[in-house]
């Protein structure tokens, strides 16, 4: 089985990721798709005239803050406008694609933050009212559902709180605990960047192997939005997942490349025989 | 087994709907709920500096105009912002409800319209580039894998061309083929009037009851987004559904009023015994 996160970032190639996704579920493979959708979801605030606020907790980590509104074009963006572009471009390829939100059939559940403390302009500051959560449960009936019948799932946020309210969750990580869930081999992270990289500004200083036990000496080579990648990728390898890789979805065949080991690789624990 | 469409006009109680279908749900019926979204979506074009073009074809039937940017905003507020709300309401209240487009697993299916002939200003003009179409084949899998394992379908538009293409399709005919395809007896429809009125502008001028052989008679009633569904239902009826209700969904536990004959009740053809 496959499990493959693809971002929202721009210059992220859809139907090249689609594509090559056609090609493994064609050759027998079973996939889920899971994606993003923040650069469009910011350009739709924008339009909408509720620009986009990004948060930094004081652990360090950017989030979107997500009042009940944002929530709203999150949901638009995330599940109607990406969702179905991507579930409408493996339909024409014919793979039997079937999108799906985190709430759907609870697939994403877990705690619902009732505040976040943030630090802005160097002060600490508690928000409430904010709709983030994080994905602590996986409930894997409906995907054992869908894969079991032919379908190939696609899987986005939001998810869903122990009370019943949507939430803004990270992509990445509720990959990571869908890919533990599932005690798949791979976790395969696509974004709009070749990999980890050593020098952001220069995508030829990839880091293509990052060994288990060594996992601490390079995280702090991630910035901005590999942080969370990196903590998905974590989580993902503690649980059990044997290798996680981060690959460039701005190129042809994004998957095939990283299944060959392109991009960086991240190797999980070394069980013994 | 109920089948509920509901409309996306003003004024509609989407609480009262789910909280009416997770009490039949509590009680041990199977449900599927469709919607729409139009008033939402009408907003949310004007929002985003595109506004809904309504277009009325030869035979006097009304209907959105939906180039590609259009079929967009509508996937976002239909399939995102609609379609995960009311998953949303239903998760709160327990019932284990699962959002899906009619793209999805290809559940509704039909042929795209090339082109649409409308009149504008007492001319005949044709329009390409529409995504519209009808839905003609409604694929029972994904539908009927669900209800076997205790989901409860919120469906929505848009559907798939026979070529692959998202459209826009009516979803009162929508909810009318698939519950013919699934040989309900029963077939609600709700919006923000009473049912079928003699005067529109009257709401007390109900039309509580029409027999099947004389649904040619009261069609003439059917004035606006009413003769759509007014179609839906008299191809349901075609198809071998028992009764269509027209019901209010203005007013709590709309689909229970609906059960009890609140409404305008069309009733389908005698079976000889």
Redesign the interface.
Known sequence: MIIVKVGGSLGIDYDAVCDDLTTLVRAGHQAILVHGGSAETNR?SE???KPPRMVTSVSGYESRYTDRETL?IF???????M???I??KL????V??????G????IWEGPRKSAITIIEAGKKKVLRDDFTGKVERVNL??IH??LD?G?TPVLTP?A?SY????MNVDGDRGAAMLAAALRVDRLIILSNVPGLLKDTQNEESLISDIPFERIDEYTVFAKGRMKKKMLGAVEALREGVKSVVFADARRPCPISEALAGRGTVIHGKIEPQ
């Not at 039997?96 to 939100?101: I, Q």
Request: aromatic letters at 4%; proline letters at 2%; one cysteine or more.
């Open positions: 739709i339009q909408l005239g709203e949901e638009m963006v995330y599940c109607g406008k969702n179905k572009n579930v409408e339909q024409r390829n014919g039997n694609a079937v999108g799906l939100a709430l759907d059939g609870r009936k409906l559902l869908l019948a379908f939001p869903i009370e019943g309210e949507a």
